[in-house]
Each structure stands twice: as structure tokens, then as C-alpha cells.
């Protein structure tokens, strides 16, 4: 199984270098990759964007350009979901009945995959650790199911300061924390769950899921916190092997 999952926040030249290397080595062998635009609602313009951006070296195609996307995913040997809205992204996986032929493209023949923020969500059991603002219905919360925890793409720890104006002071905000919005959805539902840092990518490797480009915090249900770096290599239950 070749999966890479990635937060986002690749604002810097650097953190570009990494995201593009990191996406080049992983459709490494394949020669048409399908680019999943459905967190956005300009499908064309995202996916031409990302043809310039992403540093997939194959053919990156809009699988919206396909009347069926459902047999057209035979076409491909790799899979690429982009970032946006989780909401937009989820409705339209179900509404096009992509659900299921993804996950078995990518568990059950072995197509490399791929998702950045809201297409990491997706990778996860359930939507249910997005940030996203619920912008439309979904037909159900359910998502991909490749890997078995949870992701909370672009994390922090809490701690915020800000300025109302530019040359201000800065302000505290005492603001909900993500880590309490993941223990209210630990009351409701067991998987672990991972905030990703920005720049923060995990790639399975042979068993183990490594944790690249910038640190993360393990929250699981009902144990401590645990913070951990680059090069940390995690069980599917995110202990730490």
C-alpha cells in the first residue's frame, strides 16, 4: 500500500521542495495519475493548477472530465485527492459513487494515493476531524477508510496571538483549542487521531506510517497527549513502533 497524506501550508520555497518531492516519489511508477477536484467548485482551474504545482512527474487528469468517473478510474494508476472544502469533497465522492472503487483501487490493487488536507480527511474512517465549515449536506459523514485513524489537518497547539491592525499589539485569543474540539469527538467515536503540523506528511511505509517534514500530536482516547518529530514511524493505532 502506497499512501501519502500531507496537511498543506506549503507557503514557503522550502516546504514546496518537500511537498513536490514527496509527491514525485510517490506516483513515482505510474504514467496517468487521476486528480480528484471535488473540494473546490472550479474543477477545471484546480486541476490545471495542480498540474503546474504538484511535482507529479505522470499525466495529471481531472477525473471530472470523465462522464462516468466510476470506469474511468480503470484508467489510471494513481490517485491524487486535492485540498478545499471536506464537505464539498465528501458529497460529491458519495453522489458519484466513488467511495467504494477508490478504496479498492488503492487496498485491493494497490494504486499509490495521495491527499492533501481535505484529501486527507478522506484517507480517514469519517469526515468527523475537518476543520471545514459545513458549507453543504452530506449523504453520510463515511469516507475513504484507508488508513484506520483519524487525521486533523493543519494543527496547532493552541496559544494564538493576533493583531487587529497592521504595527499593532498582539492580543491573545481564547479561542477553542483543537485538541478539545478531538476529545469532543472522542466522546462519540474510538479512532485515534493525529493533528498534522503544517508541512507535516505521513507515507506508509512497509507497515509503519513515517512522519516527515515537520512534527504532529497523537491524541488518543483516553491517554495523554504525545508530540512527536519528523522520522517517528507509527502503528495504525498511532503508537509509536
Request: glycine content about 12%; proline content about 5%; hydrophobic content about 35%.
Amino acid at each position: 500500500m502506497k499512501i501519502l497524506l500531507g496537511s498543506g501550508g506549503v507557503g514557503t520555497d522550502e516546504r514546496k521542495a518537500v511537498y513536490q518531492s514527496l509527491m514525485s516519489e510517490n506516483f513515482s511508477d505510474c504514467k496517468k495519475v487521476a486528480f480528484v477536484p471535488y473540494a473546490s467548485d472550479n474543477h477545471d482551474g484546480y486541476t490545471e493548477k495542480m498540474r503546474g504545482f504538484s511535482g507529479v512527474g505522470a499525466d495529471l487528469v481531472g477525473i471530472h472530465e470523465y462522464d462516468d468517473p466510476v470506469s474511468a478510474l480503470d484508467e489510471f494508476d494513481g490517485i491524487y485527492v486535492g485540498g478545499g472544502n471536506t464537505w464539498l469533497l465528501v458529497r460529491e465522492l458519495h453522489e458519484r459513487g466513488l467511495i467504494e472503487p477508490i478504496r479498492e483501487a488503492v487496498l485491493s490493487k494497490g494504486i499509490p494515493y495521495a491527499g492533501v488536507s481535505a484529501g486527507a480527511n478522506v484517507a480517514c474512517p469519517t469526515m468527523q476531524t475537518t476543520n471545514d465549515m459545513p458549507i453543504t449536506m452530506v449523504p453520510s459523514y463515511e469516507t475513504l477508510g484507508l488508513v484506520p485513524f483519524q487525521i486533523n489537518p493543519h494543527y496547532y497547539p493552541g496559544g494564538v496571538w493576533f493583531r487587529e491592525e497592521e504595527g499593532g499589539s498582539f492580543l491573545k485569543h481564547f479561542g477553542e483549542t483543537r485538541s478539545r474540539r478531538v476529545s469532543e469527538f472522542h466522546r462519540i467515536r474510538n479512532e485515534p487521531v493525529i493533528g498534522l503540523y503544517e508541512g507535516s506528511y505521513l507515507r506508509h511505509n512497509g507497515g509503519y506510517f513515517e512522519l516527515l517534514g515537520n512534527k504532529a500530536t497523537l491524541m488518543r482516547k483516553g491517554k495523554e497527549m504525545v508530540t512527536v518529530s519528523p522520522g517517528t514511524l507509527l502503528a495504525g493505532d498511532l503508537t509509536t513502533a
